[in-house]
C-alpha cells in the first residue's frame, strides 16, 4: 500500500464528517416538530466560523496551539486506520495503541485549551470532559483488545477484524456495551456532560469563537464519524464485502443508519449529572472487562 | 583488576567532597561551589565508568577487604547501565541544587552537604555490590542514614520529623528483611556473592527458597514503593525533601529497587534452579506491579500539593516496572517460542521505563522545584497563569508531563509500548496478563488527567496573580540549566529508542547469568523479526515514534492553514463570564474542585486527606484563610 490510502482516509472522513452532524441535525429537528436545517448546514458553518475574528482572552501560545492539535490528533488517528480493508500506509510504524493515544491526545488538547482560556466554565467542561475521558477510553481500548485476543496482533487491520471474528457471547456483550458507550463517546444526550450548553455554555468551547471554534467543531465531527466507523467495522465487519469499492459504500451506509441512531436517542433522553454518569461508565468499564475474560476463555 | 578505573576515582572525589565540606565549615558559598565541582566531578568519573563497562564487554568484578571482611565487588552491564543512568540524575540535582541553595543559611547548607555526597555513594554502593551481607549493609546504612538526614533538613522541624523518622524506620527494616533472608539459603555464609547464594538456595528445598524470595520481593518492595508499602513512606519523604533531594530519591533511590528486583528474581532466580518457580512469582509480580499502578496514579489525582503528586505518581510509575517484570517472567514460562521472545521484550520494556522514569520524574521534580522556588507555595490551589510569568519552566513541565503520561512520540510512550504490547500479545491466552494489560492501559489516562492537573493549573488556567503575595519571576539560568540537560536526554529517550534498545541489549549481554539469556533482550533489533508484533519489520512502532510526529505535524500545519484560509484577525478580549463581572479572585477554577466526582468515586482507593501546609504558614507570616476560594 502506497501514501494515497493515507490521502483518501483525510479525504473521506473530512468530507463527509460534517454531512453526518447534518443529518444529526435534522432528525433531531424532526422529532422535535422542526423543520430542521438543510442537510448541508454544518458545512455552511463551518465556512462562516473560518471568516470571523479569532477572539484570544488567554494570550499565551496554548490556547493557540490547543485547536490546531486537537484537530491534528484526531486527523492522525484517522490516517492510520484500515478503510475498506485497506491497511494504511502508516500501519508499519504504528498499530492500536498509537491509535488509543491519538484520540487520547485530542481529547487532551481540548481541555489544555479550555484551562488555558481562565474561564471557569471551560474549567468546568474540562475537569468532565478528563473523567469522561478515563472512565470511557477503556471501553474502546477493550473493544479493540477483543480483536487482540483472538487475531493474536495488535496492527489494526487484524485487530478490528478479530472483533467478529468470533461471534459469541462476549462478541454480543461488548457490542451491546460500545452502543450505549457510543452515545457518551459522540457526546450526544444524555452523555453530552461535558458540554452541556444551557448549564456550563459548552465548557471548554465557551472562550473559542471564529476558526479556532471551527477547528474544534471540526474535530468534534470526526471524532463522532470516528467512533460510529469503528462500529461498523468492528462489530459488522464480517457482513462488509471483499471490494473495496463496494465495501467503501456499504460501510458508509452502515454508517449514517447509525448516525440515525444516535439521534433518536439523543433527542429523546435527558442529561445525566456527572456522578450518576460515572456509576454508569463504571458499568460499562466492568461488563466490557467482563467480555474481554470470556473472550479470553474462548465464549 | 583492570577496567575500574573510573569507580575509585568517582567514590574518591565523593569522599573528597565529604571532607572538604568539613573544612569549610560555615563559608555558604565555598561550601556550595566545592560540593557541586567535586560532585559533579564524581558523576563523570561514574558515568565513563560505566560506559567502560558497556564498551568493553566484560564484567569487571572486584574485591574489597575492610577489617577481616571480603565485599565482592561486581561492575557488569546491568550496574553500568544503572550507574550511567545515576551519574546523569545526581549531576542534574547538584547543579540544580547549586542555585536552589542559594539563599538557605550556612549552618543547614553545611549539613545538607555533607550527607549529599554519603548518600550518592550508598547509591553507588548498592548498584555495584554483590552480596547481601557486609558490603549491602554497609551501602544500604550510608544511603538511608544520609537521605533520613536530608529529608529531615529538607523542611522545618515541626513538619519534617515524622515523615522522616517513617522513612528511616521503613529502611531498616527492609534492609533487615534483606540480610536476614539470605540465611534462609542453607549454607549460607555472611558475605557471599550473590551467585553463590542462589546456588546454595537451590539445595535449600522449595519452601526455604519460597521464603527467601518472598522477603526479598518485600524488602525491595518497601524500597520501589509496591502498594501498600510504598504509600506508607513515599509521599512524606518525597515531599518533605528539598526538590533537588526529591529529584534523587523518585529518580535513583526508586530505581535501586528496581534493580534489586531484577537482580533476585532475574539473576539469583536462575541460580536457584526449582527452588524457584517463574509462574508463581511472575504471578505475584504482576497482581502487586497493576495494584500499585492503578492506586498510586489515582492517589495522586487527588493531591493538592503537586509535589506529593509527583510522589504518588511515582508509586504508580514503579508499578507499571513491577507489573512488566512480572509479565515477563509469566511470557517466558510459557514455553511457547513466541512468548519467550517477548519475554525480552517486555523485560526490555520494564529496563526502558526505569530509564525514562528516572529521567522524566527528575525533571519533574526539579521543574517543582523551580515552582517552589519562583512562588514560594507548594499549592496547586493558589498557583495559575504562570505560563507568561515563567515560559522556560513551564515549556519544561510540560514536556515532561507530556512524556510521563506517555502520549505518542514521547518516551514513557515507547516503555509503556513495549511493556503493555508485549504483555498483550504474550498473554492472549492468560486471563491475569490480559486484564492485568487492559488495567495499565487504561491507567494511562489517569495519569494523563494528574498532569493535565498539574501543568494546567500551576501554569495555564489563572489565579497566582492574586493568590500569591509576592512577584513571581522566572527562576535564574542555574536552575534552568540543569533541567534543560534533563530534557534533553528525555527527548533522545523518545527519538532514538533504537540507542537506547542496544544499550539495554548491550548491557544485558554484558550480565552474567539472566534468567532469560538466550530470549530476544539481548540483541533487540536482530533476532526480533520472527514477532508478529506489527505487519512488516517488528518494533518499528517503537523504533519510529519520528514518522508519528511528523504525521502529526503536518496535520497541524494543515490545521494552520485551515485557520488561516479566510485571513482571520486576532483579536485579545477579556474573558466572559456572561458579562456579569469580570475574572477576579473568587471566580477562578481552584484546583481542589478539579475531578471532585470521580475524586468521590474513587474514595475507597485512599489518600484522600488533602490538606496543603506551606513553609511560610509555618512562620505565621500568611493566615491559612488566604489560600484558594472555596465555591
Known amino acids: 500500500m502506497n501514501a494515497t490510502a493515507v490521502v483518501i482516509n483525510l479525504i473521506y472522513f473530512l468530507a463527509l464528517a460534517p454531512f453526518l452532524e447534518g443529518v444529526m441535525r435534522k432528525v433531531t429537528a424532526r422529532i422535535q416538530s422542526r423543520q430542521g436545517p438543510p442537510l448541508y448546514q454544518p458545512y455552511l458553518d463551518l465556512l462562516k466560523l473560518l471568516g470571523k475574528e479569532n477572539l484570544n482572552a488567554a494570550g499565551h501560545p496554548v490556547f493557540r496551539l490547543a485547536p490546531l492539535l486537537a484537530f491534528a490528533s484526531v486527523l492522525s488517528a484517522v490516517a492510520l486506520l484500515p478503510l475498506a480493508g485497506w491497511s494504511s500506509f502508516l500501519a508499519h510504524s504504528s498499530d492500536l495503541m498509537t491509535l488509543i493515544y491519538f484520540l487520547t491526545l485530542s481529547g487532551f488538547s481540548i481541555l489544555i485549551g479550555a484551562l488555558a482560556s481562565g474561564n471557569p466554565f471551560a474549567s468546568v467542561g474540562a475537569s468532565r470532559e478528563m473523567m469522561t475521558i478515563i472512565m470511557l477510553e477503556p471501553v474502546l481500548a477493550m473493544t479493540l483488545i477483543l480483536g487482540v485476543v483472538s487475531s493474536g496482533s495488535l496492527s489494526l487491520l487484524p485487530a478490528t477484524a478479530g472483533v467478529s471474528a468470533t461471534r459469541g457471547f462476549s462478541y454480543f456483550l461488548m457490542m451491546a456495551v460500545y452502543l450505549v458507550a457510543l452515545q457518551a463517546f459522540v457526546s450526544r444526550q444524555p452523555f453530552d456532560i461535558p458540554e452541556a450548553e444551557v448549564e456550563i455554555l459548552e465548557g471548554p468551547y465557551v472562550e473559542y469563537s471564529g476558526p479556532n471554534y471551527a477547528l474544534f467543531r471540526y474535530t468534534l ?13 468492528g462489530f459488522l465487519g464480517f457482513l462488509l464485502p471483499e471490494g473495496p469499492v463496494l465495501n467503501l459504500v456499504i460501510q458508509t451506509g452502515l454508517v449514517l443508519v447509525l448516525f440515525v441512531l444516535i439521534s433518536v436517542v439523543g433527542a429523546t433522553h435527558p442529561r445525566f449529572r456527572m456522578d450518576q454518569a460515572l456509576k454508569f461508565y463504571a458499568g460499562l468499564v466492568m461488563l466490557s472487562l467482563l467480555a474481554v475474560g470470556l473472550r479470553v476463555k474462548g465464549w | 583488576m583492570t577496567g575500574n578505573d573510573g569507580f575509585w576515582p568517582g567514590l574518591l572525589s565523593l569522599l573528597l567532597s565529604f571532607l572538604v565540606t568539613i573544612f569549610l565549615g560555615k563559608k555558604a558559598r565555598p561550601v556550595r561551589l566545592a560540593g557541586t565541582i567535586l560532585i559533579s566531578l564524581s558523576c563523570f568519573f561514574l558515568a565513563w565508568q560505566g560506559v567502560m563497562v558497556l564498551g568493553g564487554g566484560h564484567p569487571v568484578e572486584l574485591e574489597i577487604k575492610i577489617a577481616g571482611l571480603h565485599i565482592p565487588v561486581l561492575l557488569d552491564g546491568l550496574s553500568a547501565l544503572f550507574l550511567i543512568l545515576l551519574s546523569v540524575l545526581v549531576l542534574s540535582a547538584t547543579l540544580f ?13 553545611q549539613k545538607v552537604y555533607l550527607a549529599l555526597p554519603v548518600f550518592v555513594a550508598g547509591l553507588v554502593g548498592l548498584l555495584t555490590v554483590d552480596d547481601l551481607g557486609p558490603g549491602f549493609a554497609l551501602a544500604w546504612q550510608l544511603m538511608a542514614v544520609s537521605s533520613y538526614l536530608l529529608v529531615r533538613w529538607g523542611r522545618p522541624a515541626a513538619v519534617s520529623t515524622r515523615p522522616a523518622l517513617v522513612y528511616l524506620a521503613f529502611m531498616e527494616s527492609a534492609w533487615l528483611l534483606i540480610t536476614g533472608a539470605a540465611f534462609l539459603a542453607d549454607g549460607y555464609r555472611f558475605g557471599d556473592s550473590l551467585a553463590t547464594v542462589g546456588e546454595k538456595l537451590s539445595g535449600s528445598g522449595p519452601a526455604a527458597a519460597a521464603v527467601f524470595f518472598g522477603l526479598l520481593l518485600l524488602g525491595f518492595g518497601l524500597k520501589t514503593g509496591l502498594f501498600p508499602l510504598g504509600q506508607l513512606w513515599i509521599p512524606g519523604a518525597y515531599s518533605t525533601a528539598s526538590p533537588p533531594v526529591s529529584a534523587l530519591l523518585a529518580g535513583i533511590l526508586e530505581k535501586t529497587g528496581v534493580f534489586g528486583l531484577i537482580r533476585i528474581f532475574f539473576f539469583v532466580a536462575r541460580g536457584a534452579g526449582d527452588g524457584f518457580d517463574p509462574g508463581l512469582w511472575g504471578q505475584v509480580l504482576v497482581a502487586a506491579g497493576t495494584l500499585t499502578l492503578f492506586i498510586g496514579t489515582v492517589q495522586a489525582i487527588k493531591q493538592s500539593d503537586y509535589l506529593r503528586l509527583l510522589a504518588y505518581s511515582s508509586i504508580g510509575q514503579v508499578g507499571y516496572i513491577v507489573f512488566a ?74 514536556l515532561a508531563s507530556y512524556s510521563i503520561a506517555g502520549m505518542p512520540a514521547s518516551s514513557g510512550f515507547v516503555s509503556k509500548w513495549l511493556m503493555i504490547a508485549g504483555n498483550f500479545l504474550a498473554g492472549k491466552d492468560s486471563l491475569l496478563l490480559t486484564l492485568a494489560g487492559i488495567v495499565a492501559l487504561f491507567t494511562a489516562a489517569f495519569t494523563l488527567a494528574c498532569y493535565v492537573k498539574f501543568f494546567g493549573l500551576a501554569f495555564t488556567s489563572a489565579g497566582a496573580s492574586w493568590k500569591l503575595k509576592k512577584d513571581v519571576k522566572e527562576v535564574p539560568a542555574s536552575l534552568l540549566v540543569p533541567e534543560f540537560f534533563l530534557v534533553a536526554f528525555c527527548l533522545s529517550q523518545a527519538f532514538l529508542p533504537g540507542l537506547y534498545l542496544r544499550l539495554i541489549g548491550r548491557s544485558l549481554v554484558t550480565t552474567d547469568g539472566f534468567l532469560l539469556a538466550g530470549s530476544s533482550a539481548e540483541i533487540p533489533g536482530t533476532n526480533l ?7 512488516g519489520p517488528a518494533l518499528l512502532a517503537a523504533a519510529a515514534p519520528l514518522a508519528m510526529l511528523v504525521l502529526l505535524l503536518v496535520l497541524t500545519l494543515l490545521a494552520r492553514w485551515l485557520r488561516q484560509s479566510a485571513g482571520a484577525k486576532e483579536v485579545r478580549v477579556p474573558v466572559w463570564l456572561c458579562g ?9 477554577y481552584a484546583d481542589r474542585n478539579m475531578f471532585s466526582d470521580l475524586k468521590k468515586f474513587f474514595r475507597w482507593t485512599g489518600a484522600n486527606k488533602n490538606m496543603v501546609v506551606d513553609d511560610e504558614e509555618l512562620a505565621g507570616s500568611v493566615p491559612g484563610e488566604g489560600k484558594g476560594v472555596s465555591l
Open chain 2, 97 to 109: 541544587a547549586y542555585g536552589y541553595y542559594e539563599k538557605t543559611e550556612a549552618e543547614t547548607l
Open chain 1, 221 to 233: 465531527n470526526l471524532k463522532r464519524m470516528f467512533y460510529s466507523w469503528l462500529f461498523v467495522v
Open chain 2, 529 to 535: 523479526t520472527g514477532i508478529q508484533i506489527l505487519e
Open chain 2, 580 to 588: 456579569y463581572q469580570d475574572l477576579n479572585e473568587n471566580n477562578v
Open chain 2, 325 to 398: 517484570l512480572g509479565s515477563s517472567l509469566l511470557a517466558w514460562n510459557s514455553g511457547s517460542p513466541l512468548a519467550i521472545s517477548l519475554a525480552g521484550v517486555i523485560f526490555t520494556g520494564a529496563v526502558y521505563h526505569s530509564l525514562n522514569h528516572g529521567i522524566f520524574k527528575g525533571l519533574l521534580f526539579l521543574t517543582g522545584g523551580s515552582l517552589l522556588y519562583a512562588t514560594g507555595t507548594r499549592d496547586l490551589n493558589r498557583l495559575g497563569g504562570l505560563l507568561p510569568v515563567m515560559p522556560l519552566t513551564g515549556i519544561l513541565a510540560a
